[in-house]
């Protein structure tokens, strides 16, 4: 007698049949996506959610409703504040053991998208994403699954996501107006790009507001966007120190990479820092205490924000009462990078 289709959980030949491809395909498409077409990939996508199939050991787990499996959405591996911030949320999640899978957007919002798609295809049960500046069906996806989120890292003020991270406009403002209190009033600003990047587009309006309320602006000609390296922070200082007059007395640069490039030049060049000219960054790296001299920063407790992400998450799988996170503090770290203007 053939089994009736509804004594038995879904399998890969159901999915295959709705979707109208073969079994192997189903395979590629979650094994290797990049194998498979986009447009029969989704299809695929679709299908197996609506019948509520997941590969292998996700599938194996489909009868208890549990995957154990949870993701995180960052920009890029190539930086501290992120991997910190993922050892520390895997490390939470691990020891209620559930597995995170990491995806990488790489700073492109597309991408992202797809992450996020085939991670929810996987079976994840929750997501904590970098940034809530995304395509709105990466959110859509998210809700349409009913999978508890959080975004990290950023913490704006009436944000519509839930949240676990600092105000990154406070927190620049905060930097900007300890300038300011030491007498500069001409600045200049070394960031990273700020395409698609709340996080960056956050930052330089602490910086414009704080300045706007003594009665001032950036000169346009004063503000270098590039990527966060050490070559593009000496490259920007050459350039702003040399072209013409007036010259800013104090540097706000994005990141500490940005801001130890700027150190390096400012030596080359014979300047004086911070006699003739205060420099800042931003993230406390270890080196940033060991830089000649030592840089003036803003710290964030980057271990923190992970381990309350990965605790907001677990409560929202368990069903048990949330706390409106507050938003963490950028604490300013003062070193002898900066000092008074003119001094």
Request: hydrophobic share 45%.
């Amino acid at each position: 007698m053939r089994e009736s289709r509804t004594s038995r959980p879904p399998r890969a030949i159901d999915v295959a049949a709705a979707a109208g491809v073969s079994t192997a395909t189903v395979s590629r498409a979650f094994n290797a996506p990049e194998k498979v077409l986009p447009e029969v990939r989704d299809k695929i996508f679709a299908v197996a959610a609506e019948l509520g199939w997941l590969p292998n050991a996700a599938g194996a787990a489909l009868a208890s409703r549990r995957t154990w499996l949870a993701g995180v959405l960052i920009p890029t591996l190539d930086h501290d504040v992120f991997a910190a911030q993922v050892n520390a949320l895997q490390a939470r999640l691990s020891a209620s053991g559930i597995t995170v899978l990491i995806g990488c957007s790489n700073y492109d919002l597309d991408e992202a998208t797809e992450q996020v798609r085939v991670m929810l295809a996987r079976g994840i049960e929750a997501l904590a994403v970098v940034g809530e500046l995304q395509r709105p069906e990466l959110f859509e996806m998210i809700s349409a699954r009913g999978v508890p989120y959080v975004v990290m890292y950023s913490h704006p003020p009436k944000s519509a996501h839930p949240c676990v991270g600092f105000d990154n406009q406070a927190a620049f403002s905060k930097l900007t107006r300890y300038l300011l209190d030491l007498g500069h009033r001409s600045f200049a600003v070394i960031h990273q790009p700020s395409l698609d990047n709340d996080r960056v587009l956050a930052r330089l309006a602490g910086i414009r507001d704080a300045l706007a309320s003594e009665g001032l602006a950036l000169r346009p000609q004063h503000v270098f966007e590039g990527q966060a390296t050490f070559e593009f922070g000496r490259e920007s200082l050459r350039k702003c120190l040399d072209g013409p007059a007036p010259h800013p007395t104090a540097i706000i640069c994005g990141n500490d990479t940005l801001a130890i490039g700027a150190l390096i030049e400012a030596r080359a060049m014979g300047i004086d820092v911070p006699g003739a000219l205060s420099i800042t960054g931003f993230d406390d790296l270890p080196i940033a205490e060991f830089t000649s001299p030592p840089l003036t920063t803003m710290r964030v407790d980057n271990v923190a924000i992970g381990k309350a992400a990965a605790d907001y998450l677990l409560n929202r799988l368990s069903q048990q009462p949330i706390v409106p996170q507050d938003a963490f503090e950028a604490e300013l770290i003062v070193r002898g990078s900066t000092g008074p203007a003119g001094a």
